[in-house]
């Protein structure tokens, strides 16, 4: 094995790996529960059965996405305990007590109600359905909460002391749990969440809007997607704004890379290209904008910003990754903006429906928000580095005992049970989205005689009212 593959590297390479598949399901996850919500509320209050049918089809993809999303989740905790046992006895005291809040109070709720919100619509009331899918709903917010207050305290810890051990140790919860990146995280990945869903939605509601215009499911999906890109694009951009200053008061090395800034100083421009060297301490192929990374991080010309020569190069994050990631992230947001301000244009003009360019580009876009947030994710992860407790306790000493030929190994083994397992549950939810809305699957299972049942079906699979 070459001597580069240490078990350091394979054992972070694997956490990527596992990490990467899981995150993207969660994602899809908050967005799509809320979304289901919404649109049985929708249903339940205005009568319209497309409504229903529009809830129908994307409640089999919600339910393949969830299940795929706890099955990595749970893989993941079991590497705590293989390759970072030092790291998950130094902070099991503060961390392990948040993971268990997020069992008890999200996971239990999504759980506990999962199964009417999937199975009982026709055994229960209506009312009694739609509140088992809020709770699915908030349950997953819940999740996002905790699991984002631990990946929060990680890099800014707050209200901990240390005891004899080298544990961390708990001294004020409040301080741990809303810890000073907390709120940003949250709301930056809650945002991200739903814009994730909304551009799944939206793409899947264009792409069969191409082949039926009338397709009335297809146009509410399309509709709400566009909305929810005009108006929560824009303040993902705010709260990304928000949340890089806050980084840039906690984490400066992070900012520091992601800007590919190496000399402190004012002035500081906001570089559009480059390729970052670490080991020649600086970028070549430049071409940035004059201190526009001053203004937007100082909100002054003449602001003063670390560079990342001010710590030592053991203390660095690895840039060209950090900061190319933070390009396609922010690239992926503007061009998110741009899809919601052509949507209303469109609609302005009462051709929300009828321009194939633009649902062309939102076919297009359906997988950006997926690629936004594991960019993002590198961001977060990969600019902590080289701690996984910032400041505090190095990724080396977090380390287990382990070999690197034995991480190797089940790293192997996690590839290529992922790309079957997660591979064929993908393929299952790309079928689901490219059969038409309005199908019979997608009809309410309803009244048994064929004269009734004939009467609802037909005006559902046109697309139509059910009056």
Known sequence: MPEFLTAELLARAQFAFTVS?????????????????????????????????????????????????????????????????????????????LLGYEVLSAFFLEAGFLGIMLFGLERVGKKLHFMATLMVAVGTLFSAFWILSVNSWMQTPAGYGINEAGQFIVEDWWAVVFNPSFPYRLVHMTLA????????????????????????????????????????????????????????????????????????????????????????????????????????????????????????????PPVFIVFWSFRIMVAIGFLMVGIGLWSLIARMRGKLYESPLLGKAAVLMAPSGFIAVLAGWVVTEVGRQPYTVYGLLRTADSLSPVEAPAVATSLAIFAVVYFIVFGAGTVYILRQMAERPGTPAHVPEGPTRAAAYTTDYVKLAEGGRHD
């Open 193 to 316: 969440a739903y814009l994730t869903t909304a551009f799944v939605v939206g793409g899947v509601g264009a792409w069969h809007l191409l082949k039926d215009r009338s397709n009335r499911p297809a146009r509410i999906m399309f509709s709400m997607a566009m909305w929810m890109a005009l108006v929560v694009a824009p303040l993902q951009v705010i709260a990304g704004d928000m949340h890089g200053l806050n980084t840039l008061e906690h984490q400066p090395a992070k900012v520091a890379a992601m800007e590919g800034h190496w000399e402190t100083g004012s002035r500081v421009p906001l570089l559009l290209f480059a390729v970052p060297d670490n080991e020649a301490e600086g970028n070549h192929f430049e071409i940035g904008v004059p201190a526009l990374a001053s203004v937007i991080l100082k909100h002054d010309p003449d602001g003063v910003i670390q560079g990342l020569k001010d710590w030592p190069k053991e203390d660095r």
């Open 21 to 97: 598949f899981h995150i993207v399901f969660p994602a899809f996850s908050i967005g799509l529960a809320s979304y289901l919500a919404v649109l049985e509320g929708l249903w339940l209050k205005t009568g319209d059965e497309a409504y229903l049918t529009t809830f129908r089809y994307w409640l089999k993809i919600f339910a393949v996405a969830f299940g795929m999303g706890v099955v990595s989740g749970i893989v993941m905790s079991y590497q705590f305990g293989t390759n970072w046992a030092v790291y998950a006895d130094k902070t099991g005291p503060v961390l392990g007590p």
